[in-house]
């Protein structure tokens, strides 16, 4: 039995749009038939996804928001033993979203069909990424689902908790410069030559300050559109050339190679790298695919490809935490707790200890960036009104020689 998304019409022509379970096409047919509604269009839900996914899509996945949501449902009805096909039935009429009820009953369907739940969840990668399936599967093999349900649960909220911390946080300053620039712009393109192109007119010189600040008006007002246009363009170029890999990798490295900035970048993929490979190594995955699953987490390409390359000194017999040494890329309290867990037994523990260390310390960091930045906006707007006002001010000071 499968998910299907089916387009109808009802004897008055008005078209209909739903969800139905059936065994085939056909057989969703005959149910909307027999409900007096007309098939136009019936498209299984795994089918639609993978057409979906091959195609261009300004939205591919599910937020990040409501997969924790998801996992929080599923993991509160397993651990009341509820089973898992009416585990996701339910949570699929919980859900207000048409895409995300199609795709959890799309999983449901393949769980009612005899596999397993992972299986369900790989018809859908760009909804469930590779640790969430990697670490439902181990759960399933070592039967203990719900458990492992309720990791991802609180592994899930408390990344979104992180994303949404740091974008709150830069909400402000993001708002205060674009006011800025718009703003001075408005100021230079309109207000500026009304009240400075009195002074043109005299035949003494006009001060220098004044006479840049009429260059600068006069500038931005003949040539705006192509500022944009040439802005845009330098956006689009230097986007499209991070995406080629050794562009993008030599600016990573330089990241991290930058003293503030570098410890930012650095403190939040150690501390994603290491509470995904928590989760993993808590969840039954074996150490060597956790690690591979849990590099994938990373953003900057030299830290993963540190990850990487440590994972196949492991293969080889080393330890983690001297294979992640190596690299010089991690934090050192980062290192010396998997040295610690790797030696007490407790890697899954000083993982978690780590990743709260990071996410602390990326935290402080923030806010110490923000607490200086905001500040500084708000000086740099300041002097530039007041440069404004001078250049306004300073003829008028001089009227009397400007008016002979």
Excluded: C
Excluded at 379 to 397: D, E, N, S, W, Y
Aim: proline residues 4%; glycine residues 8%; aromatic residues 6%.
């Amino acid at each position: 039995m499968g998910a299907f998304e089916f387009i109808a019409l009802d004897k008055a022509g008005k078209e209909s749009k739903g969800l139905l379970e059936g065994d085939t096409p056909k057989h969703v047919r005959q149910i909307l038939r027999e409900r007096d509604l007309l098939p136009v269009q019936v498209t299984e839900v795994s089918q639609k996804e993978a057409k979906r996914q091959s195609t261009f899509s300004l939205r591919r996945g599910i937020s990040t928001g409501e997969l924790a949501l998801i996992t929080r449902q599923l993991a509160s009805l397993s651990q009341s033993g509820l089973p898992l096909e009416e585990a996701l039935l339910a949570v699929s009429q919980q859900n207000d979203q048409p895409r995300t009820k199609s795709i959890l009953l799309g999983v449901r369907s393949k769980v009612m069909e005899g596999h397993t739940m992972a299986d369900g969840l790989s018809e859908f990668p760009q909804a469930f990424p590779e640790l969430y399936r990697a670490t439902i599967a181990a759960g399933e093999q070592s039967g203990h689902l719900d458990i492992v349900l309720e990791r991802l649960a609180d592994y899930t909220e408390a990344r979104q908790e992180l994303r949404q911390r740091i974008t709150n946080a830069m909400i402000y300053p993001i708002t205060l410069v674009i006011m800025a620039v718009a703003i001075i712009s408005f100021m230079l393109a309109t207000v500026v030559p009304k009240i400075v192109g009195v002074f043109e007119n005299t035949s003494a010189e006009l001060p220098g300050l004044t006479r840049g600040m009429i260059a600068t008006s006069d500038f931005l007002r003949d040539n705006w559109l192509w500022l944009i246009i040439g802005l845009g363009a330098f956006v689009y170029g230097v986007w499209r050339l991070l995406q080629k890999d050794g562009p993008k990798r030599r600016y990573h490295r330089f990241m991290l190679s930058m003293p503030v900035f570098g410890r930012l970048t650095r403190g939040i993929n150690t501390a994603r790298f290491t509470r995904t490979f928590s989760i993993l190594t808590g969840s039954g995955v074996p150490v060597l695919e956790a690690m591979k699953i849990s590099a994938e987490v990373i953003e900057n390409l030299p830290m993963r490809d540190a990850v990487n390359e440590a994972a196949i000194r492991v293969r080889e017999g080393g330890s983690i935490s001297k294979s992640l040494e190596m690299s010089k890329l991690f934090p050192p309290m980062m290192i010396h707790l998997v040295s610690s867990g790797e030696a007490g037994g407790r890697l899954e523990e000083m993982l978690t200890r780590a990743a709260d260390g990071q996410e602390r310390e990326v935290n402080g960091l923030i806010a110490a960036l923000l607490g200086i930045l905001e500040p500084l906006l708000i000086v740099f707007m300041g002097a530039v009104v007041l440069t404004i006002v001078l250049a306004i001010l300073l003829p008028i000071f001089e009227i009397n020689n400007l008016i002979q």
